[in-house]
C-alpha cells in the first residue's frame, strides 16, 4: 500500500539553528500539506502546496517557515532559525484532488527544540 | 470560520462493548466532508472513517460507524467489539469544498482506553 514517508522521525536541534523536515509524498499525488501538533493539543494545518507554490497558509505559517519541492519525489519543510515554541509534532500529508478527500499522512517527525 | 469541538477529553470502554465518542461542529457551508482519524501511542494519523456532508448515509467501516446528523451539526463516531488495538486519541476533523479552502480543521481529541 503506498504511504507518506517522513524523515527524521525525530530531530533534535538548538534554538536559532534551521531545520529541515523530509516528506516523500505518495507518487501519483498533487497535493500537499504540512500540519503541526504541539504535544497535548490538536493538530494545526501550516500549508498547503500545489503545482509548486503554496495554496494556503496559516497565520503560524510566518516568514522562519519555508516549503520546497525540490526534485518532484521529496517535499520539504524549513524552519529557518528554531525557537523553542517550534517543538512539536510535524505531520506531512498528501491527496490526489483538491478539498483532499483522501488526504494520507505521514507518520511524523518529532521536532525537540533545546 | 470553521471550529470542531470534542467535549470529551478521555473516554474508557471494556474490551468487546460498544463505545460513542462525540463531536459537534460549526459551518455556513452546504457541502463539506468529515472525518476521524486515528492517532495511536506512535502518534502516527490513521484516516478511520469519512462522510459526505451531501450524503444522508452514515458511513460505516467494519467495526466504526457514525451518526451523522447535519442539522445538529452532529458527527459521532461509534466503535463496536472494541479491542485493546483501539486505544489510541481520536480527532474529529472537517474540511470545506467551498471558497478554495484546502485545510483539515481538527478538534482537541479524545483519548480512548480500551480495558482488557
Known amino acids: 500500500e503506498p504511504e507518506v514517508t517522513q524523515t527524521p522521525s525525530h530531530q533534535v536541534t538548538q534554538m536559532g539553528q534551521e531545520v529541515i523536515l523530509r516528506c516523500v509524498p505518495i507518487?501519483?499525488?498533487?497535493?500537499f500539506y504540512w500540519y503541526r501538533q504541539i504535544l497535548g493539543q490538536k493538530v494545526e494545518f501550516l500549508v498547503s502546496f500545489y503545482n509548486n507554490e503554496i495554496s494556503e497558509k496559516s497565520e503560524i505559517f510566518d516568514d522562519q517557515f519555508s516549503v520546497e519541492r525540490p526534485d518532484g519525489s521529496n517535499f520539504t519543510l524549513k524552519i529557518r532559525s528554531t525557537k523553542l515554541e517550534d517543538s512539536a509534532m510535524y505531520f506531512c500529508?498528501?491527496?490526489?484532488?483538491?478539498?483532499?478527500?483522501?488526504?494520507?499522512f505521514g507518520q511524523g517527525t518529532r521536532l525537540t527544540v533545546v | 470560520a470553521q471550529t470542531v469541538t470534542q467535549s470529551q477529553p478521555e473516554m474508557s470502554v471494556q474490551e468487546a462493548e460498544t463505545v460513542t465518542l462525540s463531536c459537534t461542529y460549526d459551518?455556513?457551508?452546504?457541502?463539506?466532508?468529515l472525518f476521524w482519524y486515528k492517532q495511536p501511542p506512535s502518534r502516527q494519523m490513521i484516516l478511520v472513517i469519512r462522510?459526505?456532508?451531501?450524503?444522508?448515509q452514515n458511513a460505516t467501516e467494519n467495526r466504526f460507524s457514525v451518526n451523522f446528523q447535519k442539522a445538529a451539526k452532529s458527527f459521532s463516531l461509534k466503535i463496536s467489539d472494541s479491542q485493546l488495538g483501539d486505544t489510541a486519541m481520536y480527532f474529529c476533523?472537517?474540511?470545506?469544498?467551498?471558497?478554495?479552502?484546502?485545510?483539515?480543521?481538527f478538534g482537541k481529541g479524545t483519548k480512548l482506553t480500551v480495558n482488557p
Open positions: 476533523a472537517f474540511i470545506s469544498t467551498q471558497g478554495g479552502s484546502e485545510k483539515l480543521v
Open positions: 459551518t455556513s457551508e452546504n457541502n463539506y466532508y
Open positions: 462522510q459526505e456532508a451531501y450524503k444522508q
Open positions: 507518487s501519483n499525488h498533487l497535493y
Open positions: 500529508a498528501s491527496s490526489d484532488r483538491v478539498a483532499h478527500t483522501e488526504a494520507f
